[in-house]
């Protein structure tokens, strides 16, 4: 049983109350208020980045980019927004990322025609390069559901599909935990994602098995902080508006 | 050691590889495709609430809510928001939840003189009544740390300080997990919460420690699904566009 | 803030303390004591098996067990212990598990004369067939560290080496939590494991990051309740004193 | 979709298999080795202490705990035990803990007559001052089940009752994971324990829901390291063989 001294305070109260209230200290509600630290202040401008976010693509050039295998990102600028190349290949972040909060707007053709699908507007964001959240037009477009937008890529079925039509821009908005490894390799804690597609939660907090396989499952290999990677799915997918912060 | 039998398939591949591919049940992609369940479609039109979300106000009346102590909701209903009456109490929905997502737009006065810290635009939304998702007018207005806005009071300083100006229009988007408990009584998992203010993390799936209290410790008591309960703190908050979804 | 309804009783209490003790509800220590449900009664012998167990081995016969290809299990029984037929091939239960608690005492060969690294000694017990704690005379035997005894094989090193000199009994108490999957067959929580070596804890609540793999990365497959298994492994590992407790 | 030179190697693998396997790095078992850090070697004698502990008590003398208000023990030491002096308040640990592994073996009074319930050898095991292991003799003794032996007092109902009869020595081993506080005081990740009671899981990975309290809610303060606390609750409750390892 516990001890005596820990029955507690309120125990011992005396009248009268109010005058108990100023007179104990146990009932200030002072004692668990807590000054510091303090929080910087983030500017949040509406349809803006915040002021705190590393902007990777803001609407004019590829210079947070670099090609899959080095060299200037290979894809396109045009009106604010820059779209993928089919056959040149991804594109990375020079930066590398570990923790992080991502915000990606992008948008898959119009034209559908002839697609479907896996083949309809296949693009993937790869956190630290190997897990994949996956971008496809999921919109009246049947395909397998571990491998339609906002899955994690033959992982995780998203919780509801929250797609728009083609031709419109969509949102991820991502909170990304990066894996942690042992010193011996081992896995000490996976890969864990939030991600609410165009506001709606579609991944909660899901855990990652290991890297995305196109065949078999699975696995985990130990790796640092490394770069956000978009893919070239043979799909001209827009991308717009791009900014992360580091958690 | 492990067992020769777990070895792996691809000891035994024999060429050409084209071939393997193709004869190698191991190595098809169609074997990690998962085609169901089906996840539900939601429409997400711009601006708008999901099509899949409870709406718990859409701007015309506070029929889904009502007073802290029963009867209808006291507050006044204008131009697509509502707003806070001082005196009048708090309301609670009339609708219990558990696990929820939860989107929720508010507003401070724009008048702030003679109303400092604590005093100045202090609302609150409780999730399942007892656990305090902090509002305040926390732009350029010191106050401790963990009770100003976006805090979870008097428990969890946010991240960083993602305030508007009075007057402006802010955001919460909230992703909630309500405390299990056993039959005995006992916590199994804390709740947890996960927190966008202005579309910029603040609470990254934060442990609670028990329900809010203004003096002394938190702590958990047993409880079900309950209602979503604002807070009448004095000032003249406004609210819009408050929807939520069952997770 | 906190509702004012929230401020807590004991602003009320009035005097006399004692009184106040015996008439406030809130101070009836009674309150909370929980009486039901009233945890099952087991039996704890020293030395012997929890009466709750399910015994795996008692000392006589390997009835639990069967041979890794179906049929009798091929290994020798003698003076309460079991020892592994060097190319016989492993065993298994014939039941099948998911989370458990198993004690097991093991013993590697006295004589290690040419036997060094991974050939002293080595056998495995694998939890749910595929997953495994690994067996072998670690005492003055380098070998990789995630290969040694209390190794999650190739996954995890133990935190401590708590080996016994060979030809002498050493005990495993294993905490064991199944991988969950869902029904799309993703994972949903990864394995974990708790083990004590000669009661010296070693693996605290360890995450597996799949099926123990002698090539390349561990991965995960779906799976329900299955066997344990125990490796042949070309040494003369025995056995004894092994029960499990279904969680 | 996962990016083509993901596919991985396996498709590329050409005959004959046996050479493959010595000529792709791949497919090298030795890849996959760790073989750093060492893990430290610990001797494990039966029925003593591990070598890297800390004997909390050894048989001789209670050199390693003080007086709960200060000063020298005042339980007395006989045939290689100790007892509680009933009346002389509790003792605690010199040396301050965290996360610890932590073995005790405990009796309670032969003599049960006239004492019931919480009234028949009670003691208690407080992790860090203020988290409570129940001890009690609870065989054939009902009370609440949530203060019997092996509860987390007041806060978790053990998995079964694994009691020895009064006047024999029984078991506690436990993995203590201490709670976690930011900067700001608020609470990162709960306590958590794991019981084996005389061999026997009676608490698996239990959150504990804050400190112990004998009336009202449990609830979390900040704190560090702190003693291991043994109460006197008036009952001649003896302990022997008392070992920490600090984790």
């Known amino acids: 049983m516990t001890r005596p001294v820990l029955m507690g305070t309120c125990l011992l109260i005396a009248a009268p109350a109010f005058a108990q209230a100023q007179n104990d200290p146990s009932r200030d509600p002072a004692k668990t208020e807590v000054w510091k630290p303090v929080p910087a202040a983030v500017a949040t401008p509406s349809g803006a980045s915040p002021s705190d976010a590393v902007v990777l693509f803001g609407g004019k050039d590829l210079s947070a980019w670099e090609g899959e295998q080095g060299g200037k990102a290979p894809w396109t600028v045009a009106d604010g927004a820059f779209t993928v190349v089919p056959g040149s290949k991804g594109i990375r972040t020079k930066q590398r990322f570990c923790d992080i909060q991502l915000h990606v707007e992008w948008r898959t053709p119009t034209e559908t025609k002839g697609f479907d699908g896996q083949h309809r507007g296949n693009s993937g964001i790869f956190l630290q390069e190997v897990y994949e959240l996956q971008v496809l037009d999921s919109y009246n477009n049947p395909t397998y559901s571990n491998g ?25 908005d991502v909170i ?3 894996p942690r490894f042992s010193d011996g390799g081992g896995l000490v804690s996976p890969a864990r994602i939030t991600v609410l597609h165009n506001g709606v939660l579609v991944q909660n907090d899901t855990v990652l098995s290991g890297k995305t396989e196109y065949i078999g499952a699975p696995s985990y290999s130990p790796h640092g902080c490394a770069p956000i990677y978009l893919q070239d799915h043979d799909s001209k997918v827009s991308y717009r508006n791009i900014w992360v912060r580091e958690l």
Chains 1, 2, 3, 4 share one sequence.
């Open 176 to 178: 990304w935990k990066a």
């Open 148 to 172: 339609q937008a906002a899955s994690i890529y033959k992982q995780s079925i998203p919780l509801v599909n929250a797609s728009r039509a083609p031709g419109e821009w969509q949102v991820y």
